[in-house]
């Protein structure tokens, strides 16, 4: 067998007192897809940032094609074939798409101009490979974050790397997208392009990827087959024991209407009605642009309403800002945890009391005591896994940072949860853990509505499903009898297939 | 972990600095070190103290993102008013029974409370403007700097308003408030107010909450338009103190005071620990970053160094200070 191309040997990492890597091994085969996976803060994305330069191992040994090689920068990294798509999506908003493409990237023809034309002929390849349907001039600040990672996909293609590191690279991506992204791999993979590829999502695990190699707490657990091998095993190697895939919690009785919108047009939405009650666990969902996240934009009073009516427990609202609308009792967790959501150089702490810091103060001095007795529950319902409360949210693992930008929607309690991808990044158990929150939060007669990529996971979670696309509502589906190929083909559609309301003639 | 390593290396820059200032110090005929004695003390306090108690407040605007450099000309309004007040309005009464000292301690405060206020106002009208009209806080405050300035020097003529030392009001203001325990007292007080406001209020919190990550800020529901203009607020309330101090000391109004004196302000708070981008930093680093300003001064003028490469010193320590903690910082 030839030599691997990449491999790390007894490679180990600290963050102050945090062991990320203790003597983790990996190796990788040509031209084969490897998956990497583990729970939250097991060490995937220290690994993959090792491996790519960006960060240092302070022991261990990366060699590739069996050589010892010195990674000591993402440029070392790039001039050796091997590229990288940051959990992160580390992008200049202020550069347009093609410059984000082009800038440090030491296959743009040095010495040629990085004129827009000469941008826009090098990326238009990579763009249309990695299904990203904007133009090269369109500033990166202005895209989804689906669409941000699809720029990432096409950064790296366009590095012409022997290897492909990709960090999650679906966490914000639905169906159609992810598909293309798989056909991708399979095209890299003929060319004899190593794909390492990190990824909570098991299915997904089984679909692309030839082995996997399990970390669990910093430590390399077994590289599998993954042909001779299945989910539960995979699972039970990440988590050390049998998991409990929670069943889908019976119908409860829905409680009176909460939320009702009619008409809703704002810049993306179309002429949207819906109803939400109490009790009820509302689904949402579309492509990426489907305007499924501008819903929970209008609702928070971050875009304006053209037309049409909010009613918020029997009374219109019209938010003027989120503060207006967490005021009248609508919480909403945005969909991007680093650009809206944490505070990364505060603490834990901070981060999960900003939006309750008026319940825990007198005469404007904050009550430190009560501010850790009441996070002290939702730490422990969160299995939050951090060095300590005090550390800064930049030093936790992806899907830890998550469960603290959901731990302060948790304590502001508001009648109206609107959480956009809350599992975006999280590991198999610790979903396990967030859908169970959700129904405990539908069971205390809350209403919320969730936005997923994740269709299997909406269809366990929800009681009823509204397909947006293209701004407009296509179906609501009762969540019992939707698939997902139904859900798809509303989500495709352009027209509305809902059943149009009988009209009697008075 | 972090926060203690980076606040022990300006702590440990302060004990180099002063270590040396200790080592070069010229030696009194009695063989003591002047710089250790006393008075020098004691005198390197009363200097850093204006600029000390506008870095305080000049944390705060730092940490939300901002920036105020309309510090120096709100000083001078603020001083300008001051002796305007003081001399124009009381001008010739002199006061010697105890009904009467009651009274002109009240044509003081109002004098203070007048030019204070004024100051206050324009850094309020700072914030307004920043956070309504979404214009950067440089620009916004550069204006104001100009202009406050240009309102100043209108006001006054452009000439300075003498504070002489005779038995009226301005004299005895002037008596009472250039006495080092008062100067020192003032900067203390203010110090400590700044440094609980900070890490112990919800405004402290939103502070930084908003100069780490405003778009989550706002998410998050913050306010954060009142916020910005309370910080700005401050800002300017802290400098007009600091004008009333220097009517004091100087024995005048001087519409040109306090000149370049943002950007002392600026060194002071980045030496001690916040970067220009916001979100993270401290009262007690910035008071550390003052007292290398002041130490590092005086050291060098006790050993007559021209002042002009005393300012090309500091230009080298505010660098390299930066420099160090810059490191660190990423990632
Ligand atoms: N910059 C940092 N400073 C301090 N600790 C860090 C830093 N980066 C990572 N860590 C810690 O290292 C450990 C591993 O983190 P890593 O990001 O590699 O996890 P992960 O397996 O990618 O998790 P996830 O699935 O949540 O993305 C975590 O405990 C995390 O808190
Ligand atoms: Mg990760």
Redesign the pocket.
């Known amino acids: 067998m030839a030599a691997p191309l990449l491999e790390a040997r007894d490679v180990s ?1 600290r ?2 007192g ?4 203790r003597h983790a091994q990996f190796s990788l085969r040509p031209g084969e897809v490897h998956a990497l996976i ?12 090792i491996l790519a330069g960006s ?1 240092k191992p302070d022991a261990g040994r990366i060699l590739i094609d069996g050589q010892p090689a010195a990674i000591a920068s993402p440029l070392d990294a790039q001039r050796l074939g091997i590229g990288i798509i940051y ?1 992160e999506l580390d992008l200049f908003p202020h550069l347009t798409v093609g410059e984000n493409i082009v800038i440090g990237n030491l296959c743009f023809p040095e010495g040629r101009l990085t004129s827009p034309r000469n941008v826009d002929a090098f990326c238009r390849p990579f763009l249309e490979q990695a299904g990203l349907e904007c133009g090269a001039r369109r500033m990166a600040g202005s895209l989804s974050i689906g669409e941000r990672q699809l720029l990432a996909i096409a950064r790296a293609l366009s590095m012409n790397a022997r290897a492909i590191l990709m ?2 690279p679906t966490s914000s991506l639905f169906d159609d997208a992810a598909e293309r992204l798989f056909g991708l791999i399979r095209e890299l993979k003929d060319r004899g392009v190593s794909i390492v590829y ?1 990824s ?1 999502k098991m299915d997904e695990i089984f679909r692309v990827c030839d082995r996997a190699t399990v ?1 669990r707490d ?1 430590e390399t657990v077994e590289t599998v087959e993954v042909a001779a091998t299945n989910a539960g095993e995979i699972i039970r190697l990440m988590v050390g024991r049998n998991l409990q895939i929670a069943a889908r919690p019976y119908r409860r009785p829905l409680g009176e209407v909460v939320l009702e919108a009619h008409g809703l047009t704002s810049g993306k939405l179309k002429d949207v009605s819906f109803q939400l009650h109490r009790s009820e666990v509302l689904g949402v969902a579309g492509l990426v642009g489907s305007g499924r996240s501008e819903l929970g934009a209008a609702l928070f009073g971050l875009d304006r309403i053209r037309a049409g009516a909010i009613h918020l427990r029997g009374s219109p609202l019209q938010p003027a800002s989120p503060r207006d609308a967490i005021r009248r009792g609508i919480g909403l967790l945005p969909e991007d945890r680093r650009l809206e959501g944490l505070m990364m150089r505060m603490s834990v702490i901070e981060n999960s009391t900003l939006a309750v810091l008026a319940r825990m103060q007198k005469l404007g001095f904050i009550r430190r005591r009560q501010e850790i007795s009441a996070l002290g529950p939702v730490v422990r319902q969160l299995a939050l ?3 300590s409360l005090a ?2 949210a ?9 469960k603290v930008l959901l731990a302060r929607w948790l304590l502001l309690d508001p009648d109206v949860f609107f959480l956009d991808d809350p599992t975006r ?3 198999v158990g610790a979903k396990q853990d967030i859908y169970r929150i959700i129904d405990g939060l539908a069971a205390a007669g809350k209403g919320v509505m969730l936005v997923s990529s994740e269709l299997p996971d909406l269809l366990r979670c929800c009681d009823r499903i509204l397909v947006l696309s293209n701004g407009r509502l296509t179906a609501v589906y009762d969540a019992k009898e939707a698939t997902q190929e139904t859900i798809m083909a509303s989500a495709t559609s352009f027209g509305p297939h809902m059943r149009k309301p009988v009209k009697d003639a008075p | 972990m972090l926060d203690l390593l980076r606040r022990a290396q300006s702590l440990a820059a302060l004990s180099g600095i002063l270590v040396l200032a200790i080592l070069i110090s010229p030696v009194a005929s009695d063989g003591s070190r002047i710089f250790l004695q006393p008075g020098n003390l004691t005198d390197i306090l009363r200097q850093i103290s204006l600029i000390g108690i506008i870095a305080l407040a000049m944390t705060f605007v730092i940490l939300t993102g901002g920036i105020d450099l309309s510090v120096g000309s709100l000083l001078a309004i603020s001083t300008t008013l001051t002796a305007m007040a003081l001399t124009r309005a009381w001008p010739h009464a002199s006061y010697t029974s105890h009904i009467l000292r009651a009274i002109l301690a009240s044509h003081i405060l109002r004098a203070i409370l007048a030019a204070v206020a004024v100051s206050t106002l324009a850094g309020a009208v700072n914030g307004a403007v920043i956070s309504a009209l979404r214009i950067q806080p440089f620009i916004v405050t550069l204006a104001s700097m100009i202009g406050v300035r240009g309102l100043a020097k209108w006001l006054s003529s452009n000439e300075n308003i003498d504070i002489g030392f005779g038995r009226d009001v301005a004299a005895e203001f002037a008596a009472v408030f250039r006495q080092k325990a008062i100067v020192i007292g003032s900067y203390a007080c203010a110090a400590a107010l700044f440094w609980i406001l900070l890490a112990r209020t919800v405004f402290g919190r939103h502070v930084r909450a908003i100069g780490d990550n405003e778009k989550a800020a706002e998410y998050a529901g913050l306010p954060i338009r009142g916020t910005k203009i309370w910080v700005y607020s401050l800002s300017g309330l802290l400098s007009g103190f600091a004008g009333v101090l220097y009517a004091a000391e100087n024995h005048q109004g001087n519409p040109n005071a306090g000149v370049a004196y943002e950007l002392d302000a600026i060194a002071a708070v980045v030496i001690g620990g916040t970067p220009l981008t916001g979100g993270k930093g401290s009262i007690s680093g910035t008071i550390v970053g003052t007292l290398i300003m002041g130490v590092l001064t005086n050291m060098l003028r006790l050993k007559n160094v021209d002042s002009n490469v005393e300012m090309m010193i500091k230009a080298v320590i505010i660098v390299l200070a930066v420099a160090v903690q810059g490191r660190d910082s990423d ?1």
């Open positions: 990492k963050f102050g945090v062991a990320a890597l583990g729970e939250n803060g097991a060490g995937k994305s220290t690994l993959a940032k960060v959990q960090d999650e990190v909570h970390l910093g896994n951090c060095p550390s800064p930049a030093s936790l693992s992806g899907g830890n940072q998550q990044g999280i590991d | 990632k």
